[in-house]
């Protein structure tokens, strides 16, 4: 036999280290992605309005879709879902006189959530 080298043999074996690099990718862009949205979850229940007790109470996670190479994971509000945007953007009162201010607590723990998953992603691509 031959000491040659055999190109077929040689695509083979990239093929397999390509293949088991983009899976390890993949697990770790699911697990950064629920990673992230625990975060999300959490800093929401942190900075969400103190009197709003049930609502900051009620922020959950829960994965909407997953497949071979890809997952979604969505933060909610079960409790009290209503007062997520009146309680971020701020409302009329319902005297009708006043206004109530905004309290953001929702955009800014997105934001936190998707720098940390985008840190997550990168370490993990190296």
């Known amino acids: 036999m031959s000491n040659k080298f055999k190109a077929d043999v040689f695509a083979a074996e990239i093929k ?3 293949d ?3 899976s390890d990718v993949t697990e ?8 992230s949205a625990e975060l999300c979850r959490d800093e929401i229940k942190r900075i969400a309005p103190k009197k709003a007790g049930e609502y900051r109470k009620g922020w959950k996670i829960k994965t ?11 933060v909610y509000n079960d ?3 209503e007062l997520a945007h009146l309680l971020e953007f701020g409302h009329r009162k319902g005297n009708g006189t006043s206004d ?4 953001p ?5 997105a934001a936190k959530a998707q720098e940390e998953f985008e840190k997550m992603i ?3 691509a190296q």
């Open 16 to 18: 397999i280290t390509l």
């Open 105 to 109: 607590h929702i955009y800014p723990a």
């Open 100 to 103: 109530a201010p905004p309290h």
């Open 28 to 35: 770790a862009v699911k697990e950064a992605a629920v990673k």
């Open 79 to 81: 409790k009290r879902y």
């Open 122 to 124: 990168k370490k993990e």
């Open 20 to 22: 088991k690099y983009a």
């Open 64 to 74: 909407t879709f997953e497949s071979v190479d890809g997952k979604t994971v969505t």
